[in-house]
């Protein structure tokens, strides 16, 4: 029985959902209809905007290939944003799993704390992350990533025009190992090439 609950009440959210689809599909084409437009389609009338983000921005170029090619930072800014992204989707998927194992009625108590525990750990990894990557950030090196995991940390710096110094690297293991508590045996340091 308390099956049959649960699949009625799955089915009823997927009919809501997809009710709730289709009025916000007919109520947009309903205006992009009135409108005479396209989706997706815009224009500048003037060059004046109130908007601060379009102000900042360059005048379109004639020629659309004369766009300046992408510089070794935008490369490696690139590579942070996607390390970020990456270990961000992770922890996604590890954290919607041990959710979905602590709200198991069949789980029992112990197995429920040690979930807890381990959701716990990951927040605790996040926060020290995100505290690494800004401590470096400050002591001025361009951009780092962090990656904790159980007993070693691994910290990705942005590459500078010399490599990095014994003194860069003490800088860095100081940060760390003030953050995680952690030995400096294992931390790793690691310059990101351009």
């Not at 919607?96 to 927040?123: P, V």
């Not at 025009?161 to 860095?172: G, K, N, S, Y």
């Amino acid at each position: 029985m308390n099956v049959w609950k649960r699949n009625a009440v799955v089915a009823a959210v997927v009919l809501f959902v997809c009710g709730a689809v289709y009025l916000n599909w007919s109520y947009q084409k309903g205006q992009s209809e009135e409108a005479g437009k396209t989706l997706g389609e815009a224009e500048l009338v003037s060059m004046q905007s109130a908007d601060p983000l379009l102000q900042a921005s360059p005048a379109p170029s004639a020629n659309p290939s004369a766009s300046p090619a992408p510089t070794a930072t935008d490369k490696s800014s690139g590579y942070f944003d996607t390390a970020r992204l990456n270990r961000q989707q992770a922890r996604d998927s590890a954290l919607s799993i041990l959710q979905e194992a602590a709200a198991d009625t069949n789980a029992t108590e112990s197995m429920k704390a040690e979930t807890g525990e381990a959701i716990q750990t990951l927040a605790d990894y996040t926060v020290s992350e995100a505290q690494i990557e800004n401590l470096v950030t400050a002591k001025g090196y361009a951009d780092c990533v962090a990656f904790i995991s159980d007993g070693s940390v691994s910290v990705v710096v942005s590459a500078t025009e010399e490599r990095l110094t014994d003194a860069d690297v003490a800088r860095i293991t100081e940060i760390v190992t003030d953050e995680t508590g952690l030995e400096a045996s294992a931390i790793t340091i690691i310059q990101a090439q351009p």
